[in-house]
């Protein structure tokens, strides 16, 4: 069944082998490669421990109410979804970009997606600037941008699908008038024997140098490897918040504000947050 992106966010994820509700959904995360939405983000009370992915695979069921799933097990931390990571860096969301084709002529802005079995993307809505709206299937989508969505009109995709015809062959050509008297023949030259190379010295071995014993690089200690890890995990949240934009206005303790609603999240905020200590109140509140 094609659902609406609207009728899949903001829904409840419940493990129905556990019988308990194990977040919302937030997002969808777009595989813009292959025109499908491979995961969706979820946010529970442990969202400042980083983001946690849906697999779009592990769905069993998505009704009016509620997203079902096998178990908690279906769902990943930020450090299980190694998969996932380009896409998050890419931040494609589809909806919102403009829709343009080849040729270079805006036909509006996308403004809804339909989702298909498996989380293919069927289709895109396209609403133009003077309020219509139109519908772009996935065949005529040529590329899901960050900015646009590059589209091939109705008029172009049947040309493309239109049988080319074939070409008029090529009349033969007149043949050449036989000649009437052959040329004589002249004689060949007399072939000379040609001198025999001089053997060559076969190369002389170049002696084995012996190698050094290789010296195996020391393995980190486990607090080193935990330190690693947790800045790994720091990092791939700051590119995860990089980007969006704020939802209300994030200010510090003393009355400064560090930015505010609907404004980008920069590197600049994000130190300003870190700083202020802002940063857990910073990532549960954007868009």
Known sequence: MTKKSVEILNLPIISISEGRELGMSKTLLIDAKNGAVAAITIEDEDWYRGVKLLPYSSVIAIGHDAVTITSSENILTLEDASDYEPMLDANIRVIGTKAITKSGTIQGKVT?????????????????????????????????????????????????????????AAAPAPAAPAQEEKKEEAPAPEAKPEPKPEPKPEPQPEPKKEEAPKQEPEKPTAPSKEAAADKASEERHRRFLLGKKAARDIVTDNGVVIVKAGADITEEVLQKAKLANKFIELSMNIQ
């Open 112 to 168: 809804e997606i339909f989702i298909g079995e498996g989380g293919k993307v069927e289709k895109c809505e396209v609403t133009a600037s003077d309020g219509s709206t139109s519908e772009i299937s996935s065949d005529q989508v040529s590329i899901f941008g960050k900015q646009v969505t590059v589209i091939d009109p109705p008029e172009e995709s049947e040309k493309k699908n239109e049988p080319v015809a074939p070409a008029p």
